[in-house]
T-cell receptor, first 112, second 111 residues
Framework: DAMVIQNPRYQVTQFGKPVTLSCSQT?????MYWYQQKSSQAPKLLFH???????NEADTPDNFQSRRPNTSFCFLDIRSPGLGDAAMYLC???????????FGPGTRLTVL | EDQVTQSPEALRLQEGESSSLNCSYT??????LFWYRQDPGKGPEFLFT???AGEEKEKERLKATLTKKESFLHITAPKPEDSATYLC????????????FGQGTELSVKP
């Protein structure tokens, strides 16, 4: 089945220790998104790629970066995680910008 | 500012007791309104897309409707497995497909 896969499902890191979250898709979609969802809150867009074109939300902290080496994979790098970065990180894909988005299962990040 | 408000925040129903969830929105140039279901600890699962006022979509016990200011998700004769958080989101023009989500309605259906 075509799907969006996120690894790991659970990530524990220490304050200030860099961490990388991974997303892959078998849908062959052009657009990949990263959302942050804190406990009992709505998902909030961090950035997205349309093919190789990177689009950063204005209020995304500089601490967050992303890479998309090919169509199938996208990575979220958190350079120096703080306690406030503990959240569920959701990857989503869509065929085009204004189509429905399909989400992966998420990575739950804990910062100690 | 583009905004989505969902009500109620939480809804408790008995099995078979039909009800509706509300999603009110203010957005510049609506490109689409989306409903998702989210189970605890999981990613949102796509349910419906609505594009224009008057449009309706149905799937099993769920029916979504859209007006110029709000959308409703009607749940007919719900079952315990319908228990989840239901998220509404909008896409506005010239924002590259960004989804702006409401806070969600947490639905609990008791047998």
């Amino acid at each position: 089945d075509a799907m969006v896969i996120q690894n790991p499902r659970y990530q524990v890191t220490q304050f200030g220790k860099p961490v990388t979250l991974s997303c892959s898709q078998t849908l062959n979609h052009n657009v990949m998104y990263w959302y942050q969802q804190k406990s009992s809150q709505a998902p909030k867009l961090l950035f997205h790629y349309y093919d190789k074109d990177f689009n950063n939300e204005a209020d995304t902290p500089d601490n967050f970066q992303s890479r998309r080496p090919n169509t199938s994979f996208c990575f979220l790098d958190i350079r120096s995680p703080g306690l406030g970065d503990a959240a569920m990180y959701l990857c989503a894909t869509s065929q085009r910008s204004y189509n429905e988005q399909f989400f992966g299962p998420g990575t739950r990040l804990t910062v100690l | 500012e583009d905004q989505v408000t969902q009500s109620p925040e939480a809804l408790r129903l008995q099995e078979g007791e039909s009800s509706s969830l509300n999603c009110s929105y203010t957005v510049s140039g609506l490109r689409g309104l989306f409903w998702y279901r989210q189970d605890p600890g999981k990613g949102p699962e796509f349910l419906f897309t609505l594009y224009s006022a008057g449009e309706e979509k149905e799937k099993e016990r769920l029916k979504a409707t859209l007006t110029k200011k709000e959308s409703f998700l009607h749940i007919t004769a719900p079952k315990p497995e319908d228990s989840a958080t239901y998220l509404c989101a909008v896409q506005a023009g010239n924002q590259g497909g960004k989804l702006i989500f409401g806070q969600g309605t947490e639905l609990s259906v008791k047998p």
